[in-house]
């Protein structure tokens, strides 16, 4: 299996995307605003620089009033000139919008996706256009805290996979890796991730309000255990591992202890890994258009 390699820097030093650079942002939605925000915020590129285009000219126009950028209902027109287009649809409106662009990207442009479950080799065959990177990032990036997993097609020069990184470190942290094959794990993990942490502290929050806390304290406890926890994991002066973290917090026959036999036997860990699987199966699905498969067995179950 081929390392993931981390390709993480100051998107301060070194710009390869310039004043004169324009991106065309196809599709108007809540990751795509993520991204536009992160490019102004970082001075990466003017305002006049940037076109979002959608269906929704009321969204598009909101877009353009909040960022002072260019906006149209037109995905040619604003994929026409642009030195990078970013695909940011749904998977299900992929093919028609790969359809209204084919033939309006300029062969020198980049196409950068972020729609879920479409492959490089659909996207280029989709839009005749080689030069194609495709990524995941997740819902932090919408306060500049994302960490985005991509991979690049081999017509995308050295050039352009810098102008790719320079756009995906605007919003957070980016790794590359080498195989495609990954970025299906990604979607599972780090692209639902968000979720799954979302579900596990409302189920905690809960928990709270039935001890007989008030919703509030309850919802400052767990978000304050949560972030601390991960501070404490992410300490760059002594990294340890997960598990050890576990046990320097697990007495013998104490609460936590208690709590941990209690979320094994009931197959917390059995369970995230099928949500994760379950996850990578249907990234997958969505890039072939299949119908639904769920697994009989996952590695490590019985089951």
């Excluded at 001075?43 to 076109?51: F, K, T, W």
């Amino acid at each position: 299996m081929s390392a993931a390699r981390s390709l993480v820097r100051n998107n301060t030093e070194d710009m390869n995307v310039n004043n004169g650079t324009k991106i065309a942002f196809i599709g108007p939605g809540v990751m795509a605003e993520a991204m536009i925000a992160g490019l102004i915020r970082q001075a990466i590129v003017p305002e006049e620089s940037i076109v979002v285009s959608g269906p929704s000219a009321a969204r598009v126009e909101k877009l353009s009033d909040r960022y002072a950028i260019q906006s149209t209902t037109d995905n040619a027109a604003a994929a026409d000139g642009s030195d990078v287009v970013v695909l940011a649809v749904k998977p299900q409106r992929l093919d028609q919008v790969m359809n209204d662009l084919r033939g309006s990207i300029k062969s020198s442009a980049l196409v950068l996706s972020i729609v879920a479950g479409a492959t490089i080799e659909k996207i280029a065959a989709g839009l005749e256009h080689g030069s194609v990177v495709r990524s995941m990032p997740n819902t932090p990036a919408q306060i500049g805290e994302g960490i985005t997993v991509w991979t690049a097609a081999e017509a995308v020069s050295d050039q352009q996979k810098e102008t790719a990184q320079e756009i995906l470190t605007a919003f957070g942290d980016e790794v590359f890796v080498d195989e495609e094959r990954f970025l299906d794990m990604a979607t599972a993990l780090s692209g639902t991730g968000p979720a799954y942490v979302f579900l596990f502290m409302e189920a905690m929050v809960d928990a709270g309000v039935h001890l007989g806390f008030s919703r509030r304290i309850a919802e400052i406890l767990v978000a304050k255990t949560i972030r601390g926890s991960v501070d404490f994991y992410s300490r760059p002066d002594d990294p340890l591992h997960l598990a050890r973290l576990r046990n320097q917090v697990t007495s013998p026959g104490g609460t936590s202890a208690a709590a941990l036999y209690y979320l094994e036997k009931a197959g917390f860990r059995t369970a995230l890994s099928r949500a994760v699987w379950a996850a990578y199966e249907r990234s997958r699905e969505l890039g072939v258009d299949s119908s639904p498969h769920w697994p009989e067995s996952l590695p490590g179950t019985s089951d």
